[in-house]
Every structure is written in C-alpha cells, then in structure tokens.
C-alpha cells in the first residue's frame, strides 16, 4: 500500500457507531475549510466544506463543525462504515492556497 | 473517466536523471497545482498556476520546475532527480471566483522513487 498514513493518529470506531475527527488550524484569518479522505493508492477526495460565515454544515452522513473562537474544525461521519476507512484531513485557505494538515487514520472495525 | 489524471502513476529512477510527470484535467478549470505527499505530513505545495501565462512557486519549488501547456495540462519536471524527492505527487485543480477560493480537486497520484 501507499506510505501515507504513517505515523499518523488513529481513531478506531466499531461499526454503525459515529465517529468524529478533529483538526486544529493555525492561521484565524483562514476563510475556507475543506476536508478530504484519502484510501490507499489513491488522491484526496473531497468531503464537505464551510466558510467561516457558518458554524454548521451537513452533508450526507457527515457533519463539519468549526468553532473560529479556538480555531478548531471537526467532521462526524454518522453510522461508521466498513467503506469510510481511511485517511482523512482537513485543509485551511486564506489568500489563494491551502494548507493541509497531516490527517488521522479511521479505522472501523467489525 | 476520471476528471483529473496523472502519468506515469509510478515511477523509478536514479539519481540525477531528469523527469518529468504530467497531469490533464477535463474540469475546465483555470487553476492547477502540483503537491507532494510525505509520510507523516500535509500535503506540500510545489508550484501552482491560476491560469496559462500564470506560474508561480509554492512552498518548495527547489529542485523542480513546472510547464503550463495549456488550460487542462500542466507538468512538473524534475531537472536531476535526488533521493529526497522520492515521494507521493499530487495533481489538483480549482475553478475560480475572484478572490473567493475554491475546492481543490485531486488526481491519483504518482509514486515517485528516486534510487
């Protein structure tokens, strides 16, 4: 397999629990957040994303939160599947690029 | 058919040789970017383009250098290939709206190791 994810935290979740990852960003002119997943052998997939105007956005079966006062950004992922085993991280935009964090691996269990 | 793609998907070469790793999109979008993938870290931005006459370096652009063909083509070069460049390359792309940033798309990477 790929050599992402190495060293990266874990999260391990039993199957049809929810699960919840955090990211911490650094920069609190960010406007724009997004978070990926990312499967062995393949390129970042978009998730779901959020503005900084907005505290709460939902998508189907995920969930981001982002809390501006502590810079902090999380996504739920509802009913924890077998499929949403992966790496998932977020990315900050202020100005025109992005900067990602390092991601954590979910690893869902039967 | 994917919309963003990358070739070769892996490669192996030796040191000093030069490479380069193309990548196309089909989006229509002005804007591309070129990242690297290292275990344990985000995703590094090497150059980027927000459209044709466009270039500009990202965070380390040492040790590479990038050609904007046209709208859907842009290729990362690797003018003499050394051991710490062995990595995961990215390809993205993005529309734009002036100053409004927008989600990046990502190919499917190419494995790089340089021996």
Redesign the interface.
């Known amino acids: 397999g790929e050599n992402v994810g190495l060293h990266l935290p874990t999260l391990s979740v039993q199957e049809g629990d929810n699960s919840i990852i955090n990211c911490a960003y650094s920069n609190s002119a960010s406007d724009y957040f997004i978070w990926y997943k990312q499967e062995s052998g393949k390129g970042p997939q978009f998730i779901i994303d959020i503005r900084s105007n907005m505290d709460k956005r939902q998508g189907q079966r995920v969930t981001v939160l982002l809390n501006k006062t502590v810079k902090h950004l999380s996504l739920q992922i509802a009913a924890t599947q077998p499929g949403d085993s992966a790496v998932y991280f977020c990315a900050e935009s202020y100005g025109q690029n992005f900067v990602f964090g390092p991601g954590t691996r979910l690893s869902v269990l039967p | 058919d994917a919309d ?1 793609t990358q070739t070769p998907r892996n490669r192996i070469t030796k040191t000093g040789k030069r490479i380069m790793l193309e990548c196309s999109q089909t989006k229509g979008h002005d804007r591309m970017y070129w ?1 690297r ?9 090497i150059y ?1 383009s ?1 459209d044709v006459k466009d270039i500009n370096k ?1 965070e380390i652009s040492d040790g590479y250098s990038v050609s904007r063909q046209a709208q859907a083509k842009f290729s990362l070069s690797l003018e003499s290939a050394i051991p710490n460049q062995t990595a ?1 390359y ?1 390809c993205a792309t993005s529309g734009s709206s002036g ?3 927008e ?7 190419t ?1 790089l190791l340089v021996l």
């Open positions: 963003v990242y993938q290292d275990p344990g870290l985000g995703l590094r931005l980027y927000f990202g995961l990215f100053s409004i940033q989600t990046q798309y990502f190919g499917p990477g494995r």
